[in-house]
């Protein structure tokens, strides 16, 4: 299950083969990580598409992600999963079977993905390049790539669109070394509203009948 977290995290970030940081990458990145620590919460509305033009694949899902420090929730109704996670411990919740995981949060390493800090995941553990300047859906977008570090790592290449105007991921579209492309836009943003810490906090109350599994 965490794979699959992982993977939507990725749509937003980076991956590999530069040597050298890019000053005007750094800016973008710079004023995009600030606009968003400003911010209390964020919630995300997100199309997330997989393709895999050599076995054929190409298909599109809809998820939800809400954010407040290091505290997450990412609703993917299409798998029938919702996760829950207060910063401590993370809930992996299976609508279809009822059944719920609890896990705790693994310590975080340079290039270490996670929900929690995809807008900051660059500042350890990748390099980065600008790209230049284009039009996406009328909007103009600064484009990026990003590489990691560690070259054995399964992420290849990231394109990030950051709005130029506003300072936010617009889109992402990754690469990874198993011809997977993913690629994420984003539909709406909504910030500072008022998310609750419990919201982060998978209330078995609300869900009778559910099998916990505690594997922490």
Not at 92 to 120: H, M, Q, R, W
Not at 171 to 192: C, E, F, P, R, W
Request: aromatic fraction near 10%; charge should be neutral; include cysteine.
């Amino acid at each position: 299950m965490k794979k699959l977290v992982f993977a939507v995290a990725a749509l937003w970030i980076a991956t590999g083969l530069m040597a050298q940081q890019d000053p005007k990458a750094r800016e973008v990145l710079d004023k995009l990580s600030q606009t968003t620590k400003s911010y209390k919460t964020i919630q995300i509305d997100f199309s997330f598409t997989l393709e895999n033009k050599k076995n054929n694949v190409n298909q599109t899902n809809e998820g939800v992600l809400a954010l407040k420090g290091k505290m997450y929730r990412l609703h993917m109704p299409v798998f029938g999963m919702e996760v829950f996670c207060d910063g401590t411990s993370t809930w992996s919740y299976l609508t279809e079977g009822k059944e719920c995981n609890i896990s705790g949060v693994e310590e975080e390493t340079d290039g270490a993905l996670s929900p929690a800090n995809i807008f900051t995941i660059y500042e350890k553990g990748f390099n980065y390049s600008y790209v230049g300047e284009e039009s996406l859906t009328g909007k103009a977008v600064q484009v990026l790539d990003l590489f990691p570090v560690d070259k054995s790592k399964e992420l290849l290449k990231v394109r990030l669109y950051v709005d130029k105007v506003k300072s936010q991921i617009a889109k992402a579209q990754t690469y990874n070394k198993d011809g997977n492309t993913y690629i994420l836009v984003l539909k709406s943003m909504k910030t500072n509203i008022d998310l609750k810490d419990d919201y982060f906090v998978f209330d078995k109350a609300k869900y009778p009948g559910v099998v916990m599994n505690d594997m922490r």
